[in-house]
């Protein structure tokens, strides 16, 4: 989803070096900014991520100053990570990311990439499109840079995801019904959607 303005910075800016993945540059559509997560985020990651909102559908949280620097550190320096921040107007309002991994084979081991996508937003910026934005600049890149297959998993409950995600050329590949166990005692259905790069032309 494209929010308007200058149009994005040109894809082939993911890069994969020795230690973690990384973003050469920003990727913009002159509203929505995508780029490198620095040291320096880690007080406006705390922010919006240790709010219950921006809590409800993840696994591990972050609730301190040095948890988030954590999170930031961890990402840049394990293999196959990456996080941005997403920025609008000089200000971080949330973060997308995730992991590169081997896609399962039943012979040798593919030399391919596929991607885990995630992405949070601060609430005090929900329903202005920005994760769609994100979104829209990141999975490209990561197609452009050779990931095949980009795959994000959501809860069924969680609409505003699904919507981000199927507007953004995802396809609902399966439903794993009560298959989580929620923070408030109940199971919650899980959602494995994926986005697949274009075929190469013939």
């Known amino acids: 989803m494209n929010t308007g303005g200058a149009p994005p910075e040109p894809m082939q800016q993911m890069r994969y070096g020795p230690v973690a993945m990384d973003l050469s540059r920003p990727l913009t559509d002159g509203h929505v900014t995508v780029r490198a997560a620095e040291d320096a985020d ?34 840049r320096t394990e293999p196959d990570a990456l ?30 990439h596929d991607f885990y996508l995630g992405y949070s937003i601060s609430p005090d910026h929900w329903n202005r499109g920005l994760a769609g934005a994100a979104v829209a600049l990141v999975v490209p890149a990561l197609h452009e840079a050779g990931i095949r297959r980009v795959v994000a998993k ?3 409950e969680n609409a505003a995801s699904l919507r981000v995600l ?16 929620g923070r408030d005692g109940r199971w919650l259905d899980d959602c494995t959607l994926a986005h697949l790069a274009e075929p190469a032309p013939r």
């Open 154 to 156: 959501t809860f069924a």
């Open 42 to 75: 880690a007080a406006a990651f705390l922010d919006y991520k240790r709010r219950p909102e921006c809590q409800a559908y993840v696994s591990r949280t972050v609730d301190t100053l040095e948890q988030s620097s954590t999170f930031i550190d961890r990402c």
């Open 83 to 112: 996080l941005c921040a997403v920025v609008v107007d000089g200000h971080v309002v949330g973060d997308i990311g995730g992991r590169r991994y081997r896609p399962e084979s039943l012979g040798p081991e593919p030399d391919v």
């Open 166 to 181: 199927t507007r953004n050329g995802f396809r609902l590949e399966g439903t794993e019904r009560q298959a989580v166990l």
